[in-house]
């Protein structure tokens, strides 16, 4: 039995030199905003509207490499033939697999091997075992209001790269480190 994965998309706001994170309120950890993709739903799409939930801010994808702008819509209501099919959309600054909660699956593996009925655990109630996130860059694309939605963490802030550094305050995790890292380094290419 292979583990069930969640795909999930999340993006990394750098404005003037800082990096907006958000305290996620289950991992208790510093993450870039983000969430569940939903159904039929874009991965930068759900990125941009998580962002927009969790921080009150718009803002626009970046994607890492260059990408062809056309869109879905226009070949859809297209009457002539000569619109491509093909849709490309911005690249993530990395694509992560990891667990977010093992114990479900290892309930749900027990309930399997026994016959009995599983239970996801209260904190992860969806059944998420593990996640598939498709990390994306994003830029500012209306003011700089922060107002989380209601229900969302309220723990939301800038930082700069020596902060994140040298702050007792945060400690990021490996992998996110590494993703924040790469995200000032695309920041510095694409929006300056
Ligand atoms: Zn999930």
Redesign the pocket.
Known sequence: MTP?I?F?ASAFLIHQQQVLLIKHKKLQMWLGPGG?IDQDELPHLAAAREFLEETGLQVAIISALPFSRSSLEESITATSSVVPTDVFHPVPLAVNEHW??QENFLARQAAMATGTVYQPTKL?S??????LNFTYLARLDGPLEIKPAPGESKEVRFFSQQELVSSLEITLAPAIATEVALAFKLAKKHCS
């Not at 969806?126 to 996640?131: D, I, L």
Request: aromatic share 8%.
């Open positions: 069930r969640c999930t569940h977010v909660c992860w969806k059944g998420c075992e593990r996640h």
